[in-house]
């Protein structure tokens, strides 16, 4: 997973920390939000992915709180990831670029016809990559 955190906080203009977190928090939106089969096949052939999403999905979904009540307030899906993601100090075009280079990588591991079912089952999500 170091691969892609590098290469997101390079190609974004992040530093690795952000980007780890970043990275993670989307990949568990992903989890939670596309359709199930392809999803699990995408993270599944990303290394490390599952790792992420354990580490940093514990905020906000779910759990109450703040930022739990901000992403229940907005029904939840793409708008509230961009709110998490700028919680954690992200900019729309570091979270556009995130969402690019996040979904490339799926792209070289899982194909772009099982990134193409996840990011078709998630409303809105297209217009980010």
């Known amino acids: 997973m170091n ?3 590098n290469r997101v906080a390079e190609n974004v203009g992040i530093d690795p920390a952000t980007a780890e977190k970043a990275i993670g928090m989307m990949l568990g939106f992903l989890q939670r939000e596309a359709a199930e089969g392809p999803v699990a096949q995408m ?3 990303i ?6 999403i354990a580490k940093y999905n514990g905020e ?14 907005l029904g939840g899906g793409v708008m509230a990831l961009g709110q998490q993601l700028m919680s954690q100090g992200l900019g729309m075009g570091e979270i556009t670029g995130l969402a690019k ?12 016809e099982v990134v193409d079912e996840v990011v078709g089952s998630v ?7």
């Open 47 to 52: 290394p490390g992915a599952s790792d992420l």
């Open 43 to 45: 993270i599944e052939s």
């Open 3 to 5: 691969d892609l955190v």
């Open 60 to 73: 906000g979904t779910g759990g109450g709180g703040l930022l739990g009540g901000l992403m229940s307030s």
């Open 101 to 112: 280079e996040t979904i490339a990588v799926a792209r070289e591991h899982a194909g772009d």
């Open 123 to 129: 409303p809105g999500l297209g217009q980010f990559i």
